[in-house]
């Protein structure tokens, strides 16, 4: 289950693995396996997270644990014609958007 993020620019990789309930070394692996995943890295090697990049890994989130594909299956299906990445992160902003306001309804209740 997919945790919740404050609204923020950056996001360290703790932030995010919790987010995504997974460990730090995955999304380091996921990095080196996905190029669309690109962290900023600062000098000292701290990698801090853009919500574009968190929107990115949770796509692929969504298709490796979700979906059940292997890393080269997801790798296909995020290069396929048949599935737009504007498409999916607009889908998932949206998800994310009504996510938020149902815990919000469900508080004032």
Do not use: C
């Not at 048949?82 to 508080?107: F, P, Q, R």
Request: charged share 35%.
């Amino acid at each position: 289950m997919l945790g919740s993020l404050p609204e923020k620019k950056y996001y360290s990789i703790s932030e995010v693995a919790a987010h995504f309930n997974v460990n730090k070394s995955l999304l380091r692996y996921w990095e080196k396996e996905f190029n669309e995943i690109k962290p900023m890295i600062k000098s000292s090697g701290i990698r801090k997270y853009t919500n574009e990049n968190i929107e990115i890994i949770s796509v692929i989130y969504s298709l490796l644990k979700k979906d059940g594909l292997t890393i080269q299956g997801a790798k296909k299906r995020l290069k396929s014609k048949d599935v737009s990445k504007e498409e999916n992160l607009s889908i998932l902003k949206k998800l994310n958007k009504i996510k938020e306001e149902l815990k919000t309804l469900k508080k004032s209740l």
